[in-house]
């Protein structure tokens, strides 16, 4: 059974930096795909980053603050998010896409103050 466990969110004031991290265990499959999503009450949860096969990209409101990243060895995705802004407040989730299946972590808080 594949399980993310998601560390890093909490509180942080505006144009400072915090760092997501997503480890995946349970599957020995290919991960064909890693994201971020992020979600604030009463909205649809969007694509904030993905690395998939031969691709990187970032949501327009992220690009040149938030950095992803993934270790393939230890099955570990990263979000390096700088220069926060309120409007980042949001519960982001880490996503894993294995063999054909999806996989979303438990999601963590994060909270930009003005």
């Known amino acids: 059974q594949v399980q993310l466990v998601e560390s890093g969110g909490g509180l942080v004031q505006a144009g400072g930096s915090l760092r997501l991290s997503c480890t995946a265990s349970?599957?020995?499959?290919?991960?064909?795909?890693v994201a971020w999503h992020r979600q604030t009450s009463g909205e649809q949860r969007e694509l904030v980053a993905i690395?998939?096969?031969?691709?990187?990209d970032y949501a327009t409101s992220v690009k040149g603050r938030f950095t992803i990243s993934r270790d393939n060895a230890k099955n570990m995705v990263y979000l390096q998010m700088n220069d926060l802004k309120p409007e980042d407040t949001a519960v982001y989730y880490c996503?894993?896409?294995?063999?054909?299946?999806?996989?979303w972590g438990q999601g963590t808080q994060v909270t930009v103050s003005s």
């Open positions: 349970g599957s020995k499959r290919s991960i064909t795909a």
């Open positions: 996503r894993f896409d294995i063999a054909g299946d999806t996989y």
């Open positions: 690395i998939g096969v031969g691709v990187t």
